[in-house]
């Protein structure tokens, strides 16, 4: 299965419904299923007293939380951003510039069980038994 390790607030934010963007300075071509992994590291981000309405106890770092669909990677204009900070408050849980990519997010799923997993930089495989098996 496809997982992208995102730090924490940010991570439960997604896995929450809060967050549908997830900001990267690269593009990605991949579209489709795809899991969400808190990782173990707190995000050091200006935009995480924005984004903490939890407590650090309440997060599960180093855990597979929620299955959803990439559907878009949006390159972000000028034009883009101010809508995005027009229309919504996404702002506040990503790093809005030109010159970056926003990956949309569809179709959250938590799990019920969250999986305890190493993260990984970009979008990495996690191997089950039963998925090496096939």
């Avoid at 995102?6 to 963007?21: H, N, Q, R, S, W």
């Avoid at 300075?25 to 969400?36: L, Q, V």
């Avoid at 027009?86 to 799990?111: C, F, H, M, P, Q």
Wanted: proline share 2%; aromatic share 12%; glycine share 6%.
């Amino acid at each position: 299965m496809k997982v992208l390790s995102i730090k924490e607030p940010f991570a439960t934010l997604i896995k929450d419904g809060v967050k549908i963007y997830e900001t990267r300075s690269f593009k990605t071509n991949y579209r489709g299923e795809i899991y969400i992994h808190a990782s173990k590291a707190m995000s050091k981000s200006e935009n995480v007293e924005k984004a903490m309405p939890y407590l650090k106890s309440e997060l599960k770092q180093g855990y597979i939380l929620c299955k959803c669909n990439l559907v878009d990677c949006i390159y972000m204009t000028e034009e883009f951003i101010q809508k995005i900070k027009t229309e919504t408050n996404e702002s506040d849980y990503g790093l809005y510039e030109v010159g970056r990519y926003a990956w949309k997010l569809e179709l959250i799923e938590v799990l019920e069980e969250p999986i305890s997993a190493k993260g990984k930089l970009g979008i990495w495989n996690y191997e089950t038994k039963n998925n090496r098996d096939n």
